[in-house]
């Protein structure tokens, strides 16, 4: 990637750009353009529906050049997980149908690949905003509207695809929490990493957000621990825990 009077000259490997939805027609069109306005041009946008019911089809099937697949089974890491497996691309990206990514997200991510191949993946900052017209959810904590941060999340998350397999995919048992099993995978394997600190993600607060919905927080909390034994059962295996008793 060079720069030449201002603009980007985009040069690099293909990106897929993988973006589950379900029922998500309210958003979609603006979480595909935000994708379509990137500054980086090499990239396809794979769009993976959950058994939507309402328009969420028909406006992703609107755009020439989306691919369009319907999940066969449950999960939001089996969605992103059927992505995966049809993306074409070196690396992966990833979106969701109810945000929003700056116009330079990819191309600075790209950038850091080119810069320091030894990189397995790159996360950015966040951005959570509240939707016009919405209250906070209950499940949502409210100190995140006014603090940015770097996001262990799909969406600031740019991968090389190889990595998935070495370390997996997202854990298909996991119905809302397999991006945090996930990004503890990679943390215990010691896969090197970059974070870039700009906000390139908005994320977007409404009261439909699957995460933050009061009837899911029992199921988020047993995922997590879950995934907390799940990682000290791996460190245990790695000898990570011994030796950091044996230093102590």
């Known amino acids: 990637m060079e720069k030449s009077g201002g603009e980007i000259l985009v040069s690099g490997p293909l990106v897929s750009v993988i973006l589950p939805v379900k029922n998500g027609e309210r958003f979609l069109d603006a979480a595909i353009n935000s994708v379509l306005r990137q500054d980086y041009e090499n990239y396809e ?18 755009y020439q050049g989306v691919r369009f697949i ?27 149908f109810d945000d929003l990514w700056m116009p330079n997200k990819l191309s600075l991510q790209v950038e850091c690949f080119k810069r ?9 900052g966040v951005r959570y905003f509240l939707e016009d017209g919405e209250i906070v959810p209950s499940g949502f904590r409210r100190e995140l509207l006014s603090e940015d941060r770097a996001g262990y999340m799909p969406e600031t998350l740019m991968v090389r695809k190889a990595l998935f397999g070495r370390i997996g995919v997202f854990s298909s048992d996991m119905k809302i929490s397999a991006d945090v099993d996930w990004f503890a995978r990679a943390k215990d394997f010691c896969i090197p990493m970059m974070v870039i600190p700009e906000v390139l993600v908005h994320k977007r607060v409404h009261g439909s957000n699957s995460t933050l ?8 909390n047993h995922e997590i621990l879950k995934s907390l034994k799940h990682s000290i059962d791996r460190q245990k295996d790695s000898g990570v825990l011994k030796e950091e008793a044996d230093e102590r």
């Open 70 to 96: 319907e999940q066969t089974d449950e999960g939001f890491g089996n969605a992103l997980n059927a992505g995966i497996r049809l993306a074409t691309g070196e690396l992966i990206a990833f979106n969701s």
């Open 116 to 124: 320091h191949p030894e990189i397995q993946y790159v996360i950015t």
């Open 213 to 220: 919905a009061s009837d899911q927080v029992r199921v988020i």
């Open 45 to 62: 946008i794979i769009v993976v529906d959950g058994k939507s019911t309402d328009k969420s089809e028909t406006i992703a099937r609107s």
